[in-house]
């Protein structure tokens, strides 16, 4: 019975002329699903300097990729963007468990130019997690600076508008902003239980920012040290 293909979800978070670079790269190697959005970082300066993220403008995308060919991307993007130097920018891959096959078999599969050199991403992102908190809109600075003090060193902010029914907010008794923000703070798991309590104490459903906080997987990170 032949081996069940895993996927992945690459994500870059980087300054807009080295997303540019990452772009190029992509098309070069086909990489047919992907998208991109404009982000604002939430690190203080020298945190951002001390992650190589720069400005607080930054760029992502994210991508379908098979597990092979997410690892290869990542190494790539390490080499052909200097992942880890000053103003580059960082990437990781989220573990996927299912979708639509069609859209799978667009996924194309990257013949890795490298055997080996992949370095220890594989054991950093399994010690590694992304915390996301949905929260009303202007709320995004609450969440930080709740996370910083429980050991969160910066987040990624993205802009996002509610849909669907009105089910879920009537049980919980509230009134949901349809605009919303997403932070997105990457977190070792050591620290993830403390850093999402004290998200929720401060932001949770029942404050001002009536925040969900969720966390979900890393599998690989590439530009952190």
Same mark, same amino acid.
């Given at each position: 019975?032949?081996?069940?293909?895993?996927?992945?979800?690459?994500i870059?978070?980087?300054?807009?002329?080295?997303?540019?670079?990452?772009? +190029?790269?992509?098309?070069?190697?086909?990489?047919?699903?992907q998208y991109?959005?404009?982000?604002?970082g939430?690190?203080?300066?020298?945190i951002?300097?001390m992650?190589?993220?720069?400005?607080?403008?930054?760029?992502?995308?994210?991508?379908?990729a098979?597990?092979?060919s997410?690892s290869?991307?990542?190494?790539?993007?390490?080499?052909r963007?200097?992942?880890?130097?000053?103003?580059t920018?960082?990437?990781?891959?989220?573990?996927?468990?299912?979708?639509?096959?069609?859209?799978?078999?667009?996924?194309?599969?990257?013949?890795?130019?490298e055997?080996?050199g *992949? *370095?220890?991403?594989?054991?950093?992102?399994?010690?590694?997690?992304?915390?996301l908190?949905?929260?009303?809109q *202007?709320?995004?600075?609450?969440?930080?600076?709740?996370? +910083?003090?429980?050991?969160?060193?910066g987040?990624?902010?993205?802009?996002? +508008?509610r849909?669907?029914?009105?089910?879920?907010?009537?049980l919980?008794?509230?009134?949901?902003?349809?605009e919303?923000?997403?932070v997105?703070?990457?977190?070792?798991?050591s620290?993830k239980?403390?850093?999402?309590?004290?998200?929720?104490a %401060?932001?949770?459903?029942?404050?001002?920012?009536?925040?969900?906080?969720? %966390?979900?997987?890393?599998a690989d990170i590439e530009?952190?040290?």
């Amino acid at each position: 019975m032949p081996e069940k293909k895993l996927y992945r979800i690459v994500i870059l978070i980087a300054n807009p002329d080295v997303a540019e670079k990452a772009e +190029r790269y992509l098309s070069e190697i086909d990489a047919h699903i992907q998208y991109r959005m404009n982000v604002q970082g939430t690190a203080s300066s020298d945190i951002m300097n001390m992650f190589g993220l720069g400005t607080s403008d930054k760029t992502m995308i994210a991508m379908l990729a098979s597990d092979k060919s997410a690892s290869h991307m990542l190494r790539s993007f390490r080499k052909r963007l200097y992942l880890g130097m000053p103003n580059t920018g960082i990437a990781f891959t989220i573990p996927i468990s299912g979708g639509v096959e069609s859209i799978f078999s667009l996924v194309n599969d990257i013949e890795s130019e490298e055997e080996s050199g *992949g *370095g220890n991403m594989a054991e950093e992102g399994r010690d590694s997690c992304m915390i996301l908190t949905i929260v009303n809109q *202007g709320s995004s600075d609450d969440v930080m600076k709740a996370a +910083r003090p429980a050991g969160a060193t910066g987040g990624t902010v993205f802009h996002s +508008r509610r849909l669907g029914n009105e089910t879920a907010t009537k049980l919980l008794g509230i009134s949901i902003q349809e605009e919303r923000e997403v932070v997105m703070i990457l977190a070792r798991n050591s620290r993830k239980k403390e850093i999402m309590e004290a998200i929720n104490a %401060s932001c949770g459903i029942s404050s001002d920012a009536q925040g969900i906080v969720f %966390s979900v997987p890393i599998a690989d990170i590439e530009g952190i040290g």
